[in-house]
């Protein structure tokens, strides 16, 4: 993604996201509802899930802890396991494996880049928890790599599932793009991870792709790409930019017109402030999206929306090039102070009705029914939620 020349600050744990008083005060109206429902965003219970996760999340977390589902290898950095590097543990995959190929990455900090080829498909990866199984590098658009080639972790396979692990770049403020995870496999599920980096965290580069119960946090363009991608019930967190810079949450760049069945679909989650970016926020923009290419799509229904992004809700590419004419910026069901698309810009499709939302739910976007199942990853498959 064209970098906007934000430089970024120390990145902060997602457990640590919201324990200032004076930033709950920033993002949200302060009623006593509004605390509460922040408060319940942001919590852990004493397994260390986040509090919103869901009864059927939570068995399906507990089932994989507790060794139900059997890994075919381990991976640890103490020799506890079979290897000790994650791109061993992946390179132990047979080749022409049928059905699950089952990874279990112990906690630690790795320091590695891992790519997961086409040949290694059906891969499940999980780890010890979503602050405790760290994959982390510092690969940059800086150092002369192109911005796909920094990625942290890349994974080329269909039916990839990573289940409670970080991925991130910690190329820092001067860094400029730096991907934590490009995924380019049709068919891959995330599941209670966190991504987090600063330009181009997320990088969704093709195929379909479903997140559920997942941070994300970033500055410019930091969920971009080119898929068909749905991210569910997960917190969004947007980072304190430099001076003179703004924030740009999703940046879709489809290579065609391709009838609205690529894009990113935000549903269901909660679109905020970082901790240290909520003081800020009067003072740097940030946008839900920007067209990367003409015909950009972005969808966001039923999210609660803090009151930081900008009234206009959308913004150019650049001055020479807005790519503006042909978008699809839409808005359904969303709340919270920051959701009133009154004064949108006039170029965005701005609210739809709730049957033109339907389309983008997870059924007839990314048929989910056809592999979430099977991938063991709980989803809403319209616009109810589950309990």
């Known amino acids: 993604m064209e970098s906007l020349n934000t430089p970024w ?230 980072r304190k930019p430099a001076s003179g810079q703004y924030n740009v949450v999703v940046a879709d760049g489809p290579y065609q017109n391709n009838n609205l069945r690529t894009g990113i679909v935000i549903d269901h989650c909660s679109i905020l402030p970082d901790y240290d970016f909520a003081p800020y926020t009067s003072t740097s923009k940030t946008y839900l999206a920007r067209p990367w290419r003409p015909y950009s799509t972005a969808i966001f229904i039923n999210n609660f929306i803090g009151n930081f992004i900008q009234p206009d809700g959308y913004t150019i590419w650049r001055e020479v090039q807005p790519n503006n004419e042909n978008v699809y910026f839409a808005e359904f069901g969303n709340t919270g102070p920051g959701a009133n698309a009154k004064n949108r810009v006039y170029w965005a499709k701005g609210l739809i009705t709730r049957d033109e939302a339907a389309r983008f739910t997870a059924e007839p976007w990314i048929q989910a029914s056809t592999w979430l199942p099977s991938a063991g990853i709980p989803y809403n498959p319209g616009f109810e939620t589950l309990s």
């Open 9 to 238: 600050c120390l990145y902060v744990s997602a457990r640590c996201i919201l324990i200032s008083i004076f930033a709950l005060s920033v993002l949200m109206a302060s009623t006593d509802a509004d605390m509460s429902m922040y408060r319940s965003l942001v919590e852990v219970d004493h397994d260390g899930n986040p509090s919103w996760l869901s009864a059927g999340d939570r068995t399906l977390v507990s089932q994989i802890k507790n060794g139900i589902a059997q890994p075919n290898a381990i991976v640890a950095m103490d020799g506890s396991g079979q290897y000790k590097t994650i791109t061993d543990g992946i390179n132990s995959y047979p080749n022409n494996h049928q059905g699950r190929y089952i990874i279990h990455v112990k906690a630690g900090i790795y320091k590695e880049y891992v790519t997961v080829d086409q040949s290694k498909k059906n891969i499940l990866l999980y780890g010890d928890g979503p602050n405790r199984t760290i994959i982390t590098g510092n690969k940059s658009f800086t150092e002369g790599i192109q911005m796909p080639l920094t990625a942290t972790f890349s994974t080329f396979a269909e039916n990839f599932t990573a289940i409670s692990i970080v991925f991130e770049n910690t190329a820092g403020p001067k860094g400029g793009q730096a991907v934590a995870l490009r995924v380019k496999g049709d068919l891959s599920s995330f599941y209670q991870c966190t991504f987090r980096g600063y330009q181009d965290t997320l990088y969704v580069d093709q195929g379909r792709q479903f997140y559920r119960n997942c941070v994300i946090s970033g500055t410019i363009d930091f969920i971009c790409g080119h898929s068909t991608t749905l991210i569910q019930n997960s917190m969004i967190l947007v």
